[in-house]
Nanobody
């Protein structure tokens, strides 16, 4: 069982930056691929970024490529999403997720554990 807790969300102006953190409870955290997803208002959840268990491989949705960076610290059981040049369309509830598939996944069905989500609001 893995518990995930996101933090760092809030309100930011367009063009600003924000860093989301995800704390994981798993003793074998370094065995899990990790991902970030988001759910904009009245829309379905969508993939944002993934990172493999070692941190060597990262992938991004086209909508955030070049603006968002995913990273992890296996010694601290943490995953991060640094978001820069934020746009109003980035407004969403952001979720951290863990998968036993070491390379991570771009689909939500590929994840076994989810955080409760955290709100990010970008004002224009």
């Amino acid at each position: 069982q893995v518990q995930l807790v996101e933090s760092g969300g809030g309100l930011v102006q367009a063009g600003g930056s924000l860093r989301l953190s995800c704390a994981a409870s798993a003793q074998t955290f370094s065995a899990y691929g990790m991902g970030w997803f988001r759910q904009p208002p009245n829309q379905e959840r969508e993939y944002v970024a993934l990172i493999d268990k070692t941190g060597a491989v990262t992938r991004y949705a086209d909508s955030v490529k070049g603006r968002f960076t995913i990273s992890r610290d296996n010694a601290k059981n943490m995953v991060y999403l640094h978001m820069s040049n934020l746009k109003p369309e980035d407004t969403a509830v952001y979720y951290c997720a863990a998968t036993m598939y070491a390379l991570g996944s771009t689909t939500s069905s590929g994840y076994d554990y989810w955080g409760q989500g955290i709100q990010v609001t970008v004002s224009s």
